[in-house]
């Protein structure tokens, strides 16, 4: 199957920016996703790129892919305490199954 | 805003016994998952289901799951005789089309085998 990877841990302080970083196996996808899972809810998705997109800005968050390192990372910028949260990279290789990472557990200290 | 509903929020139920995970997708939706997450672990995909018949499915998807939309706005996830390593949050989710960009994720169901 395809191999999603992920650190499992970030700690910011509040104000700071944090960046959580992705890489991913198949060059096919079409699009990369970013969901955001906070303690007992669902996946809610934060944000996607297109594969032939370098970068995309969505108020505080940007996403940044290198595709030719297949390395996807999240930025949030003036991170905050409800920023805190599990984050999850996803690709759709084929057909419409997503393959989600392990999952960044982003930690903000006030 | 539309939103995927999942119930019941939480299951408890015996080894072997029979589980119905209920889910109603976005309504004009036409594709519908099952993932599951395992505590502590990622999501996995299970199973997906368009115009009426699974479209793809997963190694965990075995003889002991199956899928069903029986009335038009429902979507279920049934396991017939569950097992303790069935313990794990299950989420469903829709899709308006194909390679459709935005997949709908409802809040999730959590089974508690015993």
């Known amino acids: 199957g395809e191999d999603v990877e992920q650190s499992l841990f970030l700690s910011v302080r509040e104000g700071d920016s944090s960046v959580i970083n992705c890489t991913y196996t198949?060059?096919?996808?079409?699009?990369l996703y970013w969901y955001k899972q906070e303690p007992g809810a669902g996946l809610q998705l934060l944000t996607y790129i297109f594969s032939n997109m370098d970068m995309k800005q969505d108020q505080r968050l940007t996403v940044l892919l290198n595709k030719k390192d297949k390395h996807l990372s999240l930025r949030i910028a003036d991170t905050q305490t409800g920023d805190s949260a599990i984050y999850f990279c996803a690709e759709i290789p084929t057909g419409n199954q997503f393959y989600f990472g392990t999952g960044t557990s982003l930690t903000v200290i006030p | 805003e539309p939103e995927v509903t999942q119930t019941p929020s939480h299951q408890v139920t015996q080894m072997g016994q029979e589980v119905i995970l209920r889910c109603v997708p976005i309504?004009?939706?036409?594709?519908f998952y099952w993932y599951r997450q395992i505590l502590g672990q990622k999501v996995e995909f299970l199973v997906s289901?368009?115009?009426?018949?699974?479209?793809?499915k997963s190694e965990i998807f075995d003889d002991q799951f199956s899928v069903e939309r029986p009335d038009g706005s429902n979507f279920t996830l049934k396991i017939r005789s569950t097992k303790l390593e069935d313990s794990a949050m299950y989420f469903c989710?829709?899709?308006?089309?194909?390679?459709?960009?935005?997949?709908?994720f409802g809040p999730g169901t959590r089974l508690t085998v015993t």
């Open positions: 198949d060059s096919s996808s079409t699009y």
């Open positions: 289901f368009y115009n009426n018949e699974i479209s793809e």
């Open positions: 989710a829709s899709l308006l089309r194909d390679r459709g960009f935005e997949q709908y």
């Open positions: 309504s004009n939706h036409l594709y």
